[in-house]
Each structure stands twice: as structure tokens, then as C-alpha cells.
T-cell receptor, first 114, second 111 residues
Framework: DAKTTQPTSMDCAEGRAANLPCNHSTISGNEYVYWYRQIHSQGPQYIIHGLKNNETNEMASLIITEDRKSSTLILPHATLRDTAVYYCIVRPEAFQGGSEKLVFGKGTKLTVNP | ETGVTQTPRHLVMGMTNKKSLKCEQHLGHNAMYWYKQSAKKPLELMFVYNFKEQTENNSVPSRFSPECPNSSHLFLHLHTLQPEDSALYLC??????????FGPGTRLTVT
């Protein structure tokens, strides 16, 4: 079962920042927060992951609250190609003895409008 | 392009057929995965291979038979499937089991 809750859908105007929230109130100390997205009829795409510090890469920023019970994925300048379902997943790193399993929930359907 | 390729991209097969799905990764990864995505359902992990050895089988029926001859190639052999097995089958790979990179998937229809 997914250990995260996300809004079912969100809209964003092209060129604006998209902020996608995720609640993971039962997260354990050794669990990371991962974000993936799936554009229609394609395989999921890894975006970013983090443990407790905020992370940034060329695709997005990940902001994790101090108590680690929630996080926000930020797409700084959304484009039409960012329209996709975004999944927030928590799991321990496999090298820590955690399962390989990525448990995908229902995610957030982000629609970027022109 | 993620560096993970899957063939064929689309497959239609009868319930008595035998077919195979192929996955190849060009990333130097050491772990490979098969996932199933049915309509309106979340992705489900089927099998995991680490360094060619199967390390997870999530109660998958025996009509699905994986094969991993080396760290770059993964197959899923299919036989006597049911219509409810129609789905998108996704392959993924990872290095040291951290973030997973997915292929484009094979859309399978069982008639």
C-alpha cells in the first residue's frame, strides 16, 4: 500500500511554478522521498529524491519539511510537456536492506495550461 | 530516451500463444525489474534481478517466466495468458538499487 497521499489533480499555467504537495506522515527515519512522473502511455521517469535536506536538480526542487511528514515538488517554470501524473513514493534505500519495491499510488494529475 | 529499450512496443497474442518481451539497458546498471500497469491501477512490481539473480518475485503466476542472461538484458516469457493479463509491461533498471530508470513499455493485449 502507498504510504503517501497526494491531491488527485492540479492545474498550472505555462511558465509558472508548479508546486505539488505530498503527505507522508508515517515516514520512518531511514525512508527517502522519491518523485517520479508518468507522461501518458510512457514509462515513469525519475525526477528527484531526498532524505531530509532540500534537493535541486535540472528538473525540479524538492522541499521536505523539518518533521519530514510532508514534501513539495517544485517545477520552477512549467511547460506543456510537464503535463503528467506525478508520484510521490517513500521507501528505504535498498542498500539499507529495504525492499526494491517502488509502491506507486494514484499520484497527482498535473495539467499545464497554455 | 532513458537508456532502457523494450521490444516489441505493442503485442497482440491469443491465449494459447507463447511470446517473449525483451528489455535491454545501456546504462551499466546491475539491477533490472519487470512491472505491470493495468488500466486504472497503480504499477505493480513483478520481478527483480540483481547481478542476474532473481531477488524478488511478487507472487506472479507461473504463466509469466522471467529470464536474465546478463546484467544488460531481461526477458519476460509469456504462455497461456488470460485476457486480464492485458496491460502495459514496463522494464526498469538501476545502479546499486537506487533510482530506477524505466523503458517505454510493451502494450500487451491478450485476445
Amino acid at each position: 500500500d502507498a504510504k503517501t497521499t497526494q491531491p488527485t489533480s492540479m492545474d498550472c499555467a505555462e511558465g509558472r511554478a508548479a508546486n505539488l504537495p505530498c503527505n507522508h506522515s508515517t515516514i520512518s527515519g531511514n525512508e527517502y522521498v522519491y518523485w517520479y512522473r508518468q507522461i501518458h502511455s510512457q514509462g515513469p521517469q525519475y525526477i528527484i529524491h531526498g532524505l531530509k535536506n532540500n534537493e535541486t536538480n535540472e528538473m525540479a526542487s524538492l522541499i521536505i519539511t523539518e518533521d519530514r511528514k510532508s514534501s513539495t515538488l517544485i517545477l520552477p517554470h512549467a511547460t506543456l510537456r510537464d503535463t503528467a501524473v506525478y508520484y510521490c513514493i517513500v521507501r528505504p534505500e535498498a542498500f539499507q536492506g529495504g525492499s526494491e519495491k517502488l509502491v506507486f499510488g494514484k499520484g497527482t494529475k498535473l495539467t499545464v495550461n497554455p | 530516451e532513458t537508456g532502457v529499450t523494450q521490444t516489441p512496443r505493442h503485442l497482440v497474442m491469443g491465449m494459447t500463444n507463447k511470446k517473449s518481451l525483451k528489455c535491454e539497458q545501456h546504462l551499466g546498471h546491475n539491477a533490472m525489474y519487470w512491472y505491470k500497469q493495468s488500466a486504472k491501477k497503480p504499477l505493480e512490481l513483478m520481478f527483480v534481478y540483481n547481478f542476474k539473480e532473481q531477488t524478488e518475485n511478487n507472487s506472479v503466476p507461473s504463466r509469466f517466466s522471467p529470464e536474465c542472461p546478463n546484467s544488460s538484458h531481461l526477458f519476460l516469457h509469456l504462455h497461456t495468458l488470460q485476457p486480464e493479463d492485458s496491460a502495459l509491461y514496463l522494464c526498469a533498471s538501476s545502479l546499486d538499487r537506487v533510482e530506477q530508470y524505466f523503458g517505454p513499455g510493451t502494450r500487451l493485449t491478450v485476445t
